[in-house]
């Protein structure tokens, strides 16, 4: 368990194993424990002899948290994971997202491909290209709503009870929620050249369907996974075994 700071913000990480390593990047209103050692993800890839770099985004679990939606957005995640990398001496790594997680991995691999190898955009697909919706506003007003029992949106109430169940600091999701989207994942995916992954489940409403995402990439194929909503992908089995034979097949 470890703490550096991010452009004034502390960010808490972890890492375990030894071997290749991969950057994990959970999602919205989730923590690094819940999705990825929760999940079993953490203890499949030390298995398989990875270094696995975990961390909490801002706002989030063990990080820093800020009340003004100007300290989050995608760009300032990726700096704070590519920050997160600088720390560790880590000049180049496997990366996966899950949820905005893979937008931010989206946006790193677009960005600072050579800094990454295999790539997995995880519990994503089409809707990621579409424009930006009334989403963020509804889910930030059900995280500060004072009753969620009035909350009628059933996906923003999803989001509320699973934030505060973590025990999470419901206004520094909400800013997270309000950030304003920057740039365009239909501009970002194009740019995207390394080995890459698109995996969501057949029930995955949120994401969409993940073979329109990987088509608009040089070099990626996309898995849906039968069965699987968005909201249970990580613990599914079949799931997990998708991204880790695509990970440890070309180790």
């Not at 898995?223 to 699987?228: K, R, S």
Request: glycine letters at 12%; a negative charge.
């Amino acid at each position: 368990m470890g703490e550096f700071v991010s452009g004034g913000v502390p960010i808490a990480y972890d890492v375990e194993g030894e071997g290749r390593p991969i950057l994990l990047i959970h999602g919205f209103s989730a923590t690094a424990h819940d999705n990825w050692v929760r999940t079993g993800w953490v203890q499949a890839l030390t298995r398989a002899r990875f270094k696995v770099i975990t961390y909490d985004l801002r706002g989030h679990g063990r990080s820093g948290k800020l009340h003004d939606p100007a300290g989050y957005g995608h760009a300032k995640h990726a700096g704070d994971a590519l920050a997160l990398l600088d720390h560790l001496g880590i000049a180049e790594a496997d990366l996966m997202g899950f949820s905005m997680g893979a937008g931010i991995a989206m946006r790193l691999a677009a960005e600072h491909g050579s800094r990454f190898g295999l790539v997995v955009l995880a519990g994503v697909g089409g809707r990621a290209l579409e424009p930006a919706s009334s989403f963020g506003t509804k889910t930030a007003d059900a995280l500060e709503a004072a009753d969620p029992d009035t909350i009628e949106d059933r996906t923003a109430k999803a989001f509320r009870l699973y934030a505060e169940n973590l025990g999470q600091d419901l206004k520094s999701i909400a800013a997270c929620a309000r950030a304003p989207r920057e740039g365009s994942a239909a501009d970002l995916v194009p740019l995207i050249r390394n080995r890459t992954l698109v995996i969501a489940g057949a029930r995955d409403d949120l994401a969409g369907d993940p073979n329109t995402l990987a088509a608009l990439m040089a070099n990626a194929r996309a898995e849906i996974i039968p069965g699987t909503d968005h909201m249970f992908a990580l613990p599914n089995p079949m799931f997990k075994g998708a991204v880790m034979d695509f990970l440890t097949g070309y180790s």
